[in-house]
């Protein structure tokens, strides 16, 4: 501190602002300038002169913290007002298998209840609206209606704040109970309930391996149906390496041959001081045991900002698309882009309560439903 005063005490004409500039910071510091001789308790006197060669390092100093508060602070609360701060990568945070399943509870609940009946109804009603309006393809609708089923996902992803797992009482002859939420973009969530029961298989450390196995069967509850579920938790690490195998599905049917599932794909190599790390998850859709849907979710940090990657395969065709979340025109919005269909394209989704709008960079448009628009069908209905 002493180098930077006498650094700047030396440099106090190049650096100081003008004399008005100047004045108007000591009356701010409640400081006069004045001619009156000062008077020390030890006696003599001290003029305004020795007085300034006392005030220039101090106000510049001041100065130089000011500069330095407005130059590094906006830097270090975030961007503009373009941009969110996002709530951090969340596939960092599962780090065993309670995490994990607590994860899977939440991402494969929120694809369930956006796929159900109701969202079902809701979307085909607004299809037609919109085919009318805005004589949109059938091939362009099913491309959106594929799309707002992960806007729940995507939401949460990108939402501030971490999973919420909380223990909770068993349920339906299950031993275990967890509740967990999965924070959106409006600052409300939804909540889903897993009732399980635990298979503990194999576990085992020595030294440097180490090696997990912990599987579970039970029913996930989504608020508008109870599914049958199971998981598998199984990791293994030797000499800076680790492997993994990890699972939660949902069954949607009764003979188990339809399923929602989502797998971890984890990779974790050290050499030396450096460490290489890729974190994926895929969910695949089955129906009658043939895989009809598989869209892969991962982050990435461009320039600062984490964004997050989805990609979706579905009738042979692969749609690839980047979100990032923010404001605009006082909205919260997630602002899109990629590949669909072979072709380039950009969009973004208005957050509302009673929706998404997705605004399309030709002009057009469309409107989904929410997984939380529990009004709309009334409405709809009137």
Known sequence: MKNIKKLLSEQADAVLP??????KVMRELGLQEKEAVLAPAHGGGMRLRDKRKILIPAAAALLAIALFLCIFLPIFLGKGSGGLNPGGNKFAEITDADSFYAYGAASVGSLLAS????????????????AVADAKSEADDARVETLNRYMTLVEGLLSEGSIVAESAAGGFGYEFGMTVKLNDLLGGGAAYTLYYDKIFRSGESDGDEREESYAIVGILSTGGGEYA????????????????????????????????????????????????????????????????????????????????????????????????????????????????????IRFTVYIRENGYHYAFSDGSSSDQGRYDDDDEDDDDED
């Open 18 to 23: 003008d004399k008005e500039v100047k004045q």
């Open 229 to 344: 579920v199971e998981g598998n938790y199984q990791t293994e690490s030797e000499d800076g390496e680790e492997e993994s195998e990890l699972y939660f599905k949902a069954f949607t049917d009764d003979s188990g041959s339809s399923c929602i599932e989502v797998e971890q794909k984890y990779e974790n190599e050290s050499e030396g001081n450096e460490t290489e790390t890729e974190q994926e998850y895929v969910y695949s859709v089955y129906e009658r045991g043939e895989l009809v849907e598989r869209t892969t979710a991962e982050y990435e940090s461009e320039e600062g900002e984490l964004e997050l990657l989805l990609t979706i395969e579905k009738d042979g065709v692969r749609e690839a698309l980047q979100f990032r979340n923010g404001r605009e025109n006082g909205e919260n919005v997630l602002f899109a882009s990629g590949t669909i269909g072979g072709e380039r």
């Open 115 to 130: 796929s159900g009946d109701t969202a079902t109804a809701q979307s085909k009603a607004l299809s037609s609206v919109r």
